[in-house]
């Protein structure tokens, strides 16, 4: 029981960056195509060869096809973790809790959806993603998906890309478990600045904020306008 319980608790933690950006959606719509939500003329996305619940494109079920339709997990992570055919730590952990808990839906990103996303980034910076040296942040995946699966995103918890440009910016800690380190801001400019292996937060909530003026998006608690 302590062993299943510390698995469990791996696998929450892996999901808390995910609860930074809380969308509330309406499920009852069909998924989306993004080119049709951001730009017409953004490629269309991959579509995936493993039907699902929600027949999502770009998505593989964990394992495939067998899952109950009452919760839905989506998880991505680094290639060599989340590796099938090779069987990355991550992936092996979700095969572990999906047989300890068989009514859960686990979904992962395919690598061609990896692969879009990053297409997606490049298209609106002017910016390859690896040459750059950028990691695409857990809020570039999460709008994404909510994209595809919502016909209106209400956003939480995320600052604009001017805020910490503002003369008194709220101090807070990057990570609420993290007192005494960089704050939010601190960390923003320092990822926004560094030459690689960064997050481009900044340039991310810019992007978020294009993309508010063509799609229903709201950005509440803090509130801010799209530009």
Avoid at 17 to 37: K, M, Q
Avoid at 38 to 64: K, N, Q
Wanted: one cysteine or more.
């Amino acid at each position: 029981m302590k062993a299943r319980g510390r698995l469990l608790l791996l696998i929450l933690c892996s999901l808390t960056l995910s609860a930074l950006y809380v969308f509330l959606c309406c499920w009852a719509c069909l998924p989306l195509c993004l080119a049709t939500c951001l730009d017409p003329h953004l490629p269309a996305p991959p579509r995936s060869t493993v039907p699902g619940p929600l027949h999502f494109r770009g998505y593989s079920s964990v394992p495939d096809g067998k899952h109950a339709r009452d919760t839905l997990y989506v998880v991505w992570g680094q290639g060599r973790h989340m590796d099938r055919m090779l069987g990355g730590r991550t992936y092996r952990t979700l095969l572990q809790l999906t047989r300890m808990y068989p009514g859960l839906q686990v979904y992962t990103f395919t690598e061609r959806m990896m692969a879009y996303c990053d297409q997606i980034f490049q298209d609106e910076t002017g910016k390859n993603r690896r040459q750059s040296g950028s990691f695409l942040s857990t809020g570039w995946f999460t709008m994404i998906l909510a994209l595809e699966l919502c016909e209106e995103i209400v956003v939480y918890g995320m600052v604009s890309d001017s805020y910490c440009s503002e003369k008194s910016p709220r101090s807070v800690p990057y990570h609420y478990f993290e007192k005494g380190r960089l704050d939010e801001c601190q960390m923003y400019r320092l990822h926004e600045q560094a030459p690689r292996s960064a997050h481009r937060f900044i340039t991310e909530k810019a992007v978020f904020s294009r993309w508010a003026k063509k799609r229903p998006i709201v950005f509440a608690h803090p509130s801010w306008k799209a530009k």
